[in-house]
Structures are given as C-alpha cells and as structure tokens.
C-alpha cells in the first residue's frame, strides 16, 4: 500500500531534550516536506526536501533540522525543544515538486513539550 | 508573498443540505493551483478537489464542486446532499507549479463544518 509513515504518532516530553520524528515514503518520491499545524494559524512549512541530499527551509524553520540520506526518508530533528514547537505535525510527499503532483501525507505526530 | 483567507472559523449544516465554504486568496501570478483539504478527527489530510488556475471549468468531484472565480480571487467549495461523513476541518490551499522554493502548499487557517443529523 502506497504510504507516508510516522513515528511516533504521539510524543510528550521535556525542554531540551533532543528529539528525532522519523518520515518515510514507498512512493519513490522526489519532494518531500514537513508542516506544523496550529491553531487559527493553519498548516505552515518547516521545510522541504527536492530530492536526496537537497534540502531547503521553509517558512518556520528555526528550530528545526532536517537531513535527507535515503530517498524515502526525511527525519525531523529538534536538537533542543521548546514549548513553543507544541504542535502537530505532518511530513508529505510527491512524485517531484511541482504543483500538479498530489501531496500525500502522513498520518501527523502530535508532539507536546513541557 | 501569497496568502490563503479564510474567514469563517465554523460552519453547520443539515444532513442532506447543501453548504457553500469560502476562501479568498491573493497572489500576483497568473498560473498556480488551488485545493481543498479534508482533516476529519483522525487528522489524515484527505485531498477533496483540485483546481487549475488556467482552466475555466470549475472542478467537481462526485458532491464536492467549486466556483473559481480568478478575478475575484475566489475559491469556494460547495458540498451537496451534505453527508454526517462529511463533518471535519476543511483547508482551503494554494501552490505554484514551480519546482524549488515556491514548491509548498499555503493553508488558510481552515473551517470546522459540522453537519446536524
């Protein structure tokens, strides 16, 4: 079955405490993507992958780190979590980067910092 | 920069009804995609219906269509014989054709729709 898996689907943990939540595709796809959703503010990109070893940020990127090593993995990385990044997240992918391609998404990682 | 406007938090409506959601965008392009986005309680994002801003003919998928009117950079989504199914967050949201930095999807910040049995 063609899916975006995460991990873990619910986190709960302390300021500063590094963190890793892991994205992986079996679409073969070039893009991927992580995105925060908040409250009255919608989804906002954290950032972007085109392709393997090519990574971008997006609109809200301070605080996070990204790598992109195998083609269907994309981890998101907080070396240091603040409250602030409470959040729900999601990774997505598509076939490459343009906008006719279909973005699938994960199934979100809710991520509490205390 | 582009933006993606919607102005009602909360909608309801009467199962079997029809229900009208707004979103208004803005942007200087000429070509890019619009979209609807179902969140239902599980949080899956779930594609509803997509439209191409180069295309006039307004896009429809089984009871989902929408009225794309490009001048008044107005995109809403129409849901017919409203289903109990159909009660979720809705995203309305906007995305060039480019490949590199103008590759993500903007959101508005979303409507709740619930639907009364």
């Known amino acids: 079955e063609a899916q975006v898996t995460q991990n873990p689907r619910y986190l709960i943990t302390v300021t500063g405490k590094k963190l890793t939540v892991t994205c992986s595709q079996n679409?073969?796809?070039?893009?991927m993507s992580w995105y925060r959703q908040d409250p009255g503010l919608g989804l906002r990109q954290i950032y972007y992958s085109m392709n393997v070893e090519v990574t971008d940020k997006g609109d809200v990127p301070e605080g996070y780190k990204v790598s992109r090593k195998e083609k269907r993995n994309f981890p998101l990385i907080l070396e240091s979590p603040s409250p602030n990044q409470t959040s729900l997240y999601f990774c997505?992918?598509?076939?490459?980067?343009?906008?006719?391609?279909?973005?699938?998404f994960g199934p979100g990682t809710r991520l509490t910092v205390t | 920069a582009q933006t993606v406007t919607q102005s009602q938090p909360e909608m309801s409506v009467q199962e079997a009804e029809t229900v009208t959601l707004s979103c208004t965008y803005d942007?200087?392009?000429?070509?890019?995609?619009l979209f609807w986005y179902k969140q239902p309680p599980s949080r899956q994002m779930i594609l509803v219906i997509r439209q191409e801003a180069y295309k006039q003919q307004n896009a429809t998928e089984n009871r989902f269509s929408v009225n794309f009117q490009k001048a008044a950079k107005s995109f809403s989504l129409k849901i017919s014989d409203s289903q109990l199914g159909d009660a979720a967050m809705y995203f309305c949201?906007?995305?060039?054709?480019?490949?590199?930095?103008?590759?993500?999807?903007?959101f508005g910040k979303g409507i709740t729709l619930s639907v009364r049995p």
């Open positions: 679409m073969n796809h070039e893009y």
């Open positions: 942007t200087s392009e000429s070509d890019y995609y």
């Open positions: 997505a992918s598509s076939l490459s980067a343009g906008a006719s391609y279909e973005q699938y």
């Open positions: 949201a906007y995305r060039l054709p480019y490949t590199g930095a103008n590759s993500k999807l903007t």
